[in-house]
Structure formats: C-alpha cells, structure tokens
C-alpha cells in the first residue's frame, strides 16, 4: 500500500492545456499503481485544452465547478461530481466557462511498455 499526502504531490504539464496547474496524486513511483495514474488538475476560468485526442482513454471527475466538453459536434457540461470516459482516439476540446474554478481528478493509464525483442 502507498499512502501519498497532498503535500508530496508534484506538478506536471500537460500538452495542448492552458490556463491549469496540474498535480499528479499517485504514479510512476515505487509502490504506487501499476495500471494507471492520477491527477487532479485545477481549471481557472477559461482555462482548457484541446482540440486533440490520446491513443488511450481517460476519466475525468469534476470535484467543484463545472467544464464543458465538445466532442464529434456535441457538447456538454459537466458539474459537480459528474464524469466521463472518453475512449481512444476520440477528439475533444474541453474549457471552464464558469467563473468558477473547475477541479478535476483525470485518471489515464500508463504509456504502453515498449515490445522487447
């Protein structure tokens, strides 16, 4: 079992994001999950990211504010406590339109292992 503080979280960019600050809760340390990993990101007002897509799905959950999302001509918001998967390949934008902070926690699986020979 490892137990993490918020304290000991760490920052990371994410690509393609703007107007975030990103702390990643648990992974990529010794002890940690081996399948996934978590971050818990904070949207200011007009902050997003996007349009792109990732060759493996994700989850967000929102913990306060809420995000809009659009997809495929679609488009939705999401609030408090709400989520979503969003699968492989798919391409979406997602910006806080509120005033509000938006907090998320995004869970993302691991970048594939390379293929030994």
Same mark, same amino acid.
Request: aromatic fraction near 10%.
């Given at each position: 079992?490892? *137990?993490?503080?918020?304290?000991e979280a ?5 690509p393609n994001?703007w107007g975030v #600050? ?8 010794e002890?940690?999950?081996?399948n $996934?990993? *978590?971050?818990? #990101? $904070? ?6 990211? /996007?349009?792109? #897509?990732?060759?493996? &799905? ?20 999401? /609030?408090?406590l709400?989520s979503?998967? *969003? ?10 339109? @509120? ?6 926690? %995004? %869970? ?7 293929? @030994? &020979?």
């Amino acid at each position: 079992m490892l *137990i993490k503080r918020f304290q000991e979280a760490r920052p990371y960019e994410a690509p393609n994001h703007w107007g975030v #600050s990103g702390l990643r809760l648990q992974g990529f340390e010794e002890g940690g999950p081996t399948n $996934q990993w *978590i971050g818990y #990101s $904070q949207f200011l007002p007009g902050g997003g990211a /996007g349009p792109d #897509s990732t060759p493996f &799905e994700k989850v967000y959950v929102v913990l306060a504010g809420e995000m809009t999302l659009e997809w495929d001509g679609n488009t939705a918001v999401l /609030g408090l406590l709400d989520s979503c998967t *969003i699968p492989p390949g798919q391409v979406r934008r997602i910006e806080n339109r @509120s005033n509000h902070v938006c907090k998320m926690l %995004v %869970v993302i699986p691991y970048p594939p292992k390379p293929k @030994s &020979e």
